[in-house]
């Protein structure tokens, strides 16, 4: 039928209940063209949508030519009604027209509005006809006693019972009649109050006075889609429809003159862009990820759009199989119980139709035994939902590819599928973005180059790369167009996303290692910030103690790089602060492989430790006097600030406790004593102290060869130390010709293995010492004596003066006798 | 039913209530479940409080989320049996008993769940004289307050259903599920009429006291009820309650104590929530509940220490042993929890000074 007037369907973006009766409308009025809310520079890529690879969710992107991280995005997913007329329309051969403000104004207007090129709110140009204007729907849910509008909504129009399955005779196009008169209403009480789409206009505040004509960015776009409808009158007649926000329906059917609205148009600001189709997820439609498209649940509504009868039931159905799969008993008693739950409390909250509230209570109260835990993941799971779009690759090239295109250009190097080596020098501003680029292209799983490991001796400020485009890179590339528009913005949403999913926290560790090498500081704040959640949650001190390290050599590439490491430098101590206080707790109680992992943890811990103090040091400089190094560990807790020789300070006092602890592992326990002892905070009174009560007759053997490999063990200089400290041999010696005979059978692997990894050298010298015999009295040796290395107890006079000649000789002094 | 005593310590909800019972009744024309004396939407509006047409007002019973209330009514009306769940001091009681006397107009049947809770406190005791000398019939039989809940087609009410014997727990599958309770003696049978349902409370921090079964879990609906949502409101009820309670112990009213109550809650819920209150660090929590009520009995405590033996003003020193207590409940793991705490969180806040060192002063 081709009516006296186009068909305006005013709909709600994305709902699902709009979706079918603009299916069922244009079903009933079958219009020769049709005409949808979007940009019209999409005219030409609509027939895409009509491809066998195209699946939605997809968005048509349009970006400034030049800059494509100037960007605005117009999502669809399968629900969207605009979808729903596209497909129709491609399916009956209509043709279909976008009549918005094309793209180029709209970027164009963008960029002179408050917002600059962050593809954060590019909704602008597609807000949904409700998302700044919750106002005026506000009013009209208040009229019919609802204090959500977005409740109201789905009652009013996405719910209907039967919405888009009329009978046959009823007719499809009544609601839309209804709401445009609602919208009229709505429309004239705001209009008369104040210059309502400005105020309305959530993103609009910087640009009304913009283009000569004083209007607001919806009466311009207005006046567009009324050219727009006139041209297509004009082309096809009225037998047309018109699909688009319900908040323009009434600003289209108004009679306006030609010139008036050539008027409102005149002189709008105009970038070149270009436009393509690129994949969506469900999880960039919905309003939390910032993208804003603006619906919380696309997952439900996905669901509502494709469930054929009984939603509700369907949907329990669902939820309980993933509870199932996720080892959550759920039986289908559950489900019954939980359907019933669902539609007496809609009855009882005056629902037609239990929404996804309703369900959710019952989810929780039925499945999930009242616990948010498992609701969270049918949150995450279903009611948002993983659906990744795709779309095919006869598509226009996706912009972040140009990005790409141009950066290789400004940065001199070439896509080759041959190998090739680059060496970097990251003190050089191109070579560093070069290897910023590599960084950020790994990120996003396009392997292009690998780091190699740097030939020795070059430092920290050297990379070597190995460079080698495959033609597969291009399809990663392209999935990658997912995360942005270009490969820093791609790259910062892609480590924001993998920080939120990360699990583990050696895999956040790592993350945020990435991050400063990839030079993606927006990524920074959400990495450290899901760093920090993962540190306090996890118990195991050996992943704490594990992701030390990383974190800490992070901090110091971030000096190389110049990068703003503050926070990162905070998050370190943090976690160390968290080592310091589980440490001896988690030492104790260790089979002998545990003892020996928890030993190379405290060992790297104590390297970490002293290369944060060291940053610390050089960060804050001048304000902190030398307080701390002097006081009593953190006992009351000098100041708020933490200086870095606290953070020394406190590790030595669990170090000292590690030490002194009985019953702990024996090997970390001599590390301990010796990692003080390197330090200087332990003499070695003490330590021989230490060493003589863990020797003596009361500790298992085991345990005191344990110690000694921990003591003396790993490090080349563990010997030297027994060389040069006789009482310390002179306490090995006497146990070690103590143990009894079946008993050194059992040790005698342990002190193997760690006398064997002493240079020949020491060895030798150890051993000449012991058959020396030296040893014997030197326990009772005075302590002054010990300075002297223990090479006897005084001065060999003889073996002295055999050097004066030579040194006479060298000093240049006259033969005087001698 | 026993008349109403207006001597009673603590009136029964329907006879404290029996006004605003009485203006609902009169003012509700919705549908009402069998033997239902008031309907669901009538019920929550009891709950939750509003005006009616006629302009009485109701006071709100239950100060939380609205989702809450509309949840337990609606599993009243499916005929599904109603679990409340929560921490001490969340209202589960003050609530079932609400719910039973809007519902039922009688919060009276009610078992008290114990560790010697018996069969026959959810099935039926004997009178032994009788049994003795009539043998067994029907007259012998003593109902519990389930099996007349069931015959009259009531509202009873479980408190504490996880302290109750898992044995004993079990009897009231078949109570729920098949709505009958057989008496094998005499060959039959007592079936639930239309009405009949029943409410449990259960403390969900008391893991493994006696941890339902799923053949009963899966009977119930279960909601939990929140602790409160603010800060604020939670400063409120514990200096509220710590006042009163104050009083009936005789101790000298404190005159700022309320920056230390705001500690103490803010350092209970930090912990509760596993995440300090800028929302900026993720913390363990410790093994105890850290209930509203344990912020209310570390305060009173701490307020008896400063009266006794301080100079009368409620000091950090004074809460800290207290907190102590309440937040390392094992003592290996919860210590670490609490170390962590006082070195990431309180030594680095400003004006915490104080009660880090007095902190640390008693966990060394």
Redesign the interface.
């Known amino acids: 039928m081709s009516g006296p007037a186009p068909a305006l369907l005013g709909v709600r973006h994305h709902g699902p209940g709009s979706a079918r009766s603009v299916r069922a409308a244009l079903e009933q009025c079958r219009p020769a063209a049709v005409l949808i809310e979007g940009p019209p520079e999409a005219d030409a890529l609509v027939h895409l949508a009509a491809d066998e690879g195209m699946r939605p969710p997809v968005a048509l992107l349009a970006h400034a030519a030049a800059d494509p991280g100037r960007a605005a995005f117009w999502p669809f997913a399968e629900f969207s009604p605009e979808w729903a007329a596209i497909r129709w329309a491609l399916a009956h051969d209509v043709p279909v027209r976008f009549i918005d403000l094309p793209a180029a104004h709209t970027l164009a207007l963008n960029e002179e509005g408050t917002e600059g090129e962050h593809p954060g709110k590019p909704e602008a140009g597609d807000e949904a006809g409700r998302a700044p204007r919750l106002d005026p729907l506000a009013a009209l849910a208040g009229a019919a006693g609802y204090d959500d509008p977005e409740v109201w909504w789905e009652d009013a129009v996405e719910h209907r019972r039967g919405a888009g399955r009329v009978a046959p005779d009823g007719d499809a196009l009544a609601p839309f009649t209804a709401i445009a008169e609602a919208m009229a209403e709505l429309r004239a009480s705001f209009d008369d109050a104040t210059d309502a789409t400005d105020t309305a206009d959530a993103t609009g505040a910087g640009e009304a006075t913009e283009s000569g004509p004083r209007a607001g960015r919806d009466a311009v776009r207005e006046a567009h889609m009324r050219l727009r409808l006139r041209d297509a009158r004009r082309e096809f007649g009225d037998g047309i429809a018109v699909v688009c926000g319900a908040w323009h329906v009434p600003a289209l059917a108004e009679k306006r003159t030609v010139a008036a609205d050539r008027q409102l148009l005149k002189g709008l600001p105009k970038v070149k862009t270009e436009i393509g189709w690129v994949p969506w997820t469900h999880r960039r439609l919905a309003r939390r990820s910032g993208y804003g498209a603006g619906i919380t649940s696309p997952g439900w509504y996905g669901h509502l759009f494709r469930a054929p009868d009984r939603p509700v039931e369907r949907w329990m159905t669902e939820v309980a199989r993933l509870l199932r799969d996720e080892d959550h008993p759920v039986s289908s008693a559950h489900v019954i119980e939980a359907v019933r739950l669902a539609d007496t409390l809609a009855v009882m909250r005056g629902r037609p139709l239990a929404g996804l509230g309703e369900t959710t209570d019952a989810v929780r109260a039925v499945m999930c035994d009242g616990s948010d835990v498992p609701l969270a993941l049918v949150q995450d799971r279903l009611v948002i939902g993983d659906v990744l779009g795709e779309v095919p690759g006869s598509a226009p090239a996706p912009p972040l590819q140009r990005d790409l295109a141009r950066l290789q250009r400004s940065l001199r190097i070439k896509p080759e599928a041959a190998f090739r080596d680059l060496e970097f020098d990251l003190r050089k501003d191109t070579d560093a973005a070069r290897s910023r680029l590599l960084h950020r292209l790994r990120l996003l799983g396009v392997g292009w180059g690998e780091p190699q490991r740097s030939r020795a001796g070059l430092g920290t400020f050297r990379e070597t790369w190995r460079l080698c485009w495959e033609p597969e890179l291009s399809v990663r590339l392209a999935e990658a167009g997912v995360w942005g528009t270009t490969v820093e913005g791609a790259a910062t949403a892609k480590a924001e996303s993998l920080a939120r999913g990360a699990t583990a926290l050696a895999e956040v560790t790592a993350l945020a290692e990435q991050c400063l090498l990839a030079g993606l500081p927006d990524a920074l704040p959400v990495v450290m910030r899901a760093l920090a959640d993962r540190a306090a949650l996890d118990s195991d001190v050996a992943h704490l103690a594990q992701a030390l390290p990383a974190l800490v050599r992070s901090v110091r590439y971030g000096d190389v790089r110049r990068t703003d490491t503050a926070a990162l430098g905070e998050v370190a101590e943090g976690l160390a602060e968290r080592v310091f206080v589980g440490l001896p707790a988690a030492c104790s109680g260790l089979d002998g492989d545990a003892a020996a992992e928890m030993r190379g943890h405290v060992d790297a811990v104590h390297r970490a430790v002293a290369l944060l103090a060291e940053a610390g040091e050089t960060n804050e400089t001048s304000n902190t006097s030398e307080t701390s190094e002097t006081s009593e560990t953190s006992e009351t807790g000098k100041d708020s600030a933490s200086s870095a020789g606290a953070l020394r300070e406190r590790w030595a006092a669990v170090l000292t406790t590690l030490a002194e602890r009985d019953g702990l592992p024996g090997g970390i326990r001599g590390r301990a004593a010796r990692l003080l002892l390197d330090d200087g905070r332990l003499t070695h009174e003490r330590a021989a102290r230490l060493m003589g009560l863990v020797l003596s007759v009361g500790t298992a053997p085991a345990e005191a060869a344990a110690w000694i490999e921990g003591f003396v063990g790993s490090g080349g200089s563990g010997g030297m130390l027994l060389v040069h400290d006789e009482r310390l041999l002179a306490l090995v010696d006497a146990w070690l010709t103590g143990v009894a005979p079946d008993a050194f059978t059992d040790v005698l692997p342990l002190l193997r293995r760690t006398f064997s990894a002493f240079e020949p050298g020491v060895r030798r010298t150890l051993g000449e010492r012991v058959r020396r015999g030296g040893t014997g009295d030197a326990g009772a040796a005075a302590p002054g004596e010990m300075a002297g290395g223990g090479f006897g107890a005084a001065l060999d006079e003889e073996r002295a003066a055999a050097v004066l000649p030579t040194m006479r000789l060298l000093l240049g002094m006259a033969h005087t006798g001698g | 039913m026993p008349g109403i005593n207006s001597e009673a310590l603590r009136p029964h909800a329907e006879d404290a209530f029996a006004d605003e019972l009485k203006a609902l009744a009169a003012a509700d024309d919705r549908p009402r479940p069998a033997r239902w004396r008031l309907s ?2 009538a019920v ?1 509006t009891y709950l939750l409080g509003g005006t009616l047409p006629d302009g009485t007002v109701i006071t709100p019973k239950y100060v939380g989320p609205r ?1 809450v209330v ?2 337990a ?3 009243l ?2 005929d ?1 049996a109603l ?1 409340l ?1 929560g921490v001490p001091g969340t209202a589960k009681t003050w609530v079932s008993e609400h719910l039973a006397a809007a519902v039922s107009g009688d919060s009276t049947l009610l078992v008290q769940g114990t560790a010697g809770t018996a069969e026959e406190a959810i099935r039926y005791g004997w009178d032994y004289a009788r049994l003795l000398a009539h043998g067994p019939s029907r007259e012998a039989i003593v109902p519990s307050p389930v099996m007349r809940a069931m015959a009259e087609g009531m509202t009873a009410r479980v408190e504490e259903l996880t302290r109750i014997p898992a044995d004993v727990q079990d009897t009231l599958i078949t109570v729920l599920s098949e709505k009958t309770l057989p008496i094998p003696e005499l060959g039959e049978e007592v079936q639930a009429v239309r009405g009949f349902n029943l409410i449990a409370t259960a403390n ?1 921090r008391d893991r493994g006291v006696n941890e339902l079964s ?1 053949a009963l ?2 009977r119930f ?4 009820l929140p602790l409160p949502a603010s800060p604020e409101a939670e400063v409120d009820i514990v200096a509220r309650r710590v006042d009163q309670l104050g009083r009936s112990l005789d101790l000298p009213a404190t005159p700022d104590g309320i920056d230390e109550i705001r500690r103490v809650v803010t350092v209970f819920r930090e912990l509760r929530d ?1 995440v300090t209150t800028d929302g ?5 929590s410790p093994s105890g509940t850290l209930s509203t009520a344990e912020a209310i009995s570390v305060v009173t405590g701490g307020l008896a220490l400063a009266a006794h033996f301080g100079d009368g003003v409620l000091r950090a020193g004074d809460v800290a042993a207290g907190i102590l207590g309440a937040v390392v409940r094992d003592p ?2 919860d210590r ?1 929890v609490w ?2 705490y006082l ?2 969180v309180v ?2 806040r ?1 004006g915490w ?1 104080d009660f ?2 007095a902190c ?1 002063e008693v966990s060394v």
């Open positions: 669901p939407w929550a989702r509309e949840v009514v609606t599993t009306a499916t599904r679990l769940l969900d799923s879990r899966r609906n279960t909601v939990v596993g900026r660090t993720k913390l363990k290996a793991a670490v170390q962590e070195e990431t030594r680095e400003d000074k880090y060192r640390r």
